[in-house]
């Protein structure tokens, strides 16, 4: 089967004619509208399945397509990874985007801000890019999807998208396990809008861990586990052991829970990624209570960051790498 891809953006090309957005205003190459040929014959827009006269098969996951969880694994995937990349990751769950598959972004438009930040995007869901005018041979391997960092540590201040970026590194995995260490909101109505918020924005077939037993979690885990977050972990650890006027021994408690998050952090086989809180740019805190909330998870997150293959910043949406 041989896949000729003449434009690969969406339905009015990239730069959109007349669109003053940074996006289309900084795009080095343009793309064409979508347009693919299958051993010479072009396919239609909607979502399909094409079996080649070579047993070579396709799928184009158009919006509004349902996979078939009976279907064979598929050669080719041509999908709209700026639309809903979690997409992949149910593909991936159902056995039917192997290693062996090309999976190939389409539809390509100024959804994403940068050709960097595109290509940055497909390299974390294991997808490419491919310039108007590619053959592909589907008989050929697939390129080898990077091996990801196995710990991630994003910092951020409030509504810096912090947690947003910590969800998009793991939307086209299989299956990922979503450690809630918030409280549950239980009377507070904003809080509630909140963890509402954050539940409708993550894929359905993510599962869910509400608890502050972080350790014990990253000792289990056989997943990809997103940790979010390390702030409102330390605040149900002050709490837990009363330490909140600072007593020595409820101090040593929340040491000690410290250390045991630390060294499972260190032995954890899994993919990790986790959200903590920039307490070191504010401030200093007007009461006791939060300059010992701002001392304990400065610590924590200089420790954490110290045994982890990535750490970055979050401001203002922007990733701005912090290299050892």
Same mark, same amino acid.
Do not use: C, F, M, Y
């Given at each position: 089967m041989e896949v000729l891809f003449e434009g690969t953006a969406g339905p009015l090309g990239r730069p959109v004619p007349g669109c003053p957005c940074a996006s289309c205003g900084r795009l080095p190459v343009p793309r064409r509208p979508t347009r693919v040929l299958v051993d010479g014959r072009p396919l239609p827009q909607d979502g399909f399945t094409v079996v080649a006269a070579d047993g070579g098969r396709l799928l184009h996951a158009a919006p509004g397509f349902v996979p078939d969880p009976a279907d064979d694994p598929y050669d080719v995937v041509l999908l709209d990874v700026l639309d809903r990349p979690e997409r992949l990751g149910l593909l991936r769950r159902l056995g039917l985007v192997t290693g062996r598959t090309h999976v190939v972004a389409v539809g390509i438009d100024h959804r994403v801000p940068s050709e960097a930040e595109l290509e940055r995007r497909l390299a974390l869901w294991g997808v490419r890019a491919v310039p108007d005018g590619t053959l592909?041979?589907?008989?050929?391997p697939a390129p080898a999807r =990077? @091996?990801?960092?196995?710990?991630t540590l994003l910092l951020g201040g409030s509504r810096s998208g912090k947690s947003a970026e910590a969800e998009l590194r793991l939307l086209a995995e299989p299956e990922v396990v979503y450690a809630a260490?918030?409280?549950?909101?239980?009377?507070? =109505? @904003?809080?509630l809008g909140r963890i509402r918020a954050h539940r409708e924005r993550r894929p359905a077939h993510w599962s869910t861990a509400e608890t502050t037993d972080l350790a014990g979690l990253l000792a289990d885990a056989r997943s990809p586990l997103l940790v979010d977050g390390l702030g409102t972990w330390v605040t149900a650890v002050l709490d837990g052991c009363g330490a909140w006027d600072r007593a020595p021994e409820a101090l040593a408690r929340v040491e000690a829970r410290c250390d045991e998050l630390v060294a499972a952090w260190r032995r954890t086989r899994v993919r990790?990624?986790?959200v903590s809180d920039e307490v070191g740019l504010g401030v200093v805190p007007a009461t006791s209570g939060?300059?010992?909330f701002r001392d304990v998870l400065g610590r924590l997150n200089q420790r954490l960051a110290a045994e982890s293959e990535e750490v970055a910043l979050v401001v203002a949406g922007r990733l701005l790498p912090l290299p050892v």
């Open positions: 592909l041979d589907a008989r050929g =990077p @091996e990801p960092p196995r710990r260490t918030g409280p549950s909101g239980d009377g507070d =109505p @904003e809080w990790v990624v986790a939060g300059r010992l």
